[in-house]
């Protein structure tokens, strides 16, 4: 049985306001990944769970991603046209979190369960928020493991 290999060890004295330098390409690098993730997921991922749901396939198509400074980043729903005239930032926010629903859902979240959406699968409400969680729950540690050299 092969050894395990041996722990890295570094000692320094290291002033707390020079602690953030040391440590800031491998900040930046986790949010541009964990900024990655979210942005596949949200594209890829469809109901039942948590995922975007496609009806016309616009509101899926109308992702975005962009590094908003080097220490945020941001995944976001564009301003997109429908066949049908409407804009995916009118709805957009009744799908993901409740918030605007149309009057056609009588004040009750209902994707999947309107004429226009009858038949497809259930969204889960606050989905995007969902999908993050669940990144930084199962690939935080990967992608740090990753950055750092397993330290």
Do not use: C, H
Request: no cysteine; glycine share 8%; net charge positive.
């Amino acid at each position: 049985m092969p050894r395990p290999p041996a722990r890295i060890t570094r000692t320094a004295n290291i002033r707390v306001d020079q602690v953030a330098g040391l440590f800031e390409s491998q900040l930046e690098t986790l949010i541009s990944r964990l900024t990655d993730e979210l942005y596949v997921k949200l594209k890829t991922e469809v109901p039942p769970g948590p995922g975007t749901p496609v009806v016309t396939g616009t509101l899926i198509g109308s992702w975005r991603k962009e590094s908003v400074d080097r220490f945020k980043g941001r995944v976001f729903v564009s301003s997109k046209l429908n066949p049908n005239g409407s804009d995916t930032q009118d709805y957009a926010p009744a799908v993901m979190f409740g918030q605007s629903m149309p009057p056609s859902w009588k004040g009750r979240y209902a994707p999947g369960k309107t004429p226009k959406t009858t038949g497809t699968p259930a969204v889960v409400i606050r989905y995007p928020e969902n999908i993050m969680n669940e990144i930084i729950q199962t690939r935080l540690s990967k992608i740090l493991r990753r950055i750092t050299g397993g330290i």
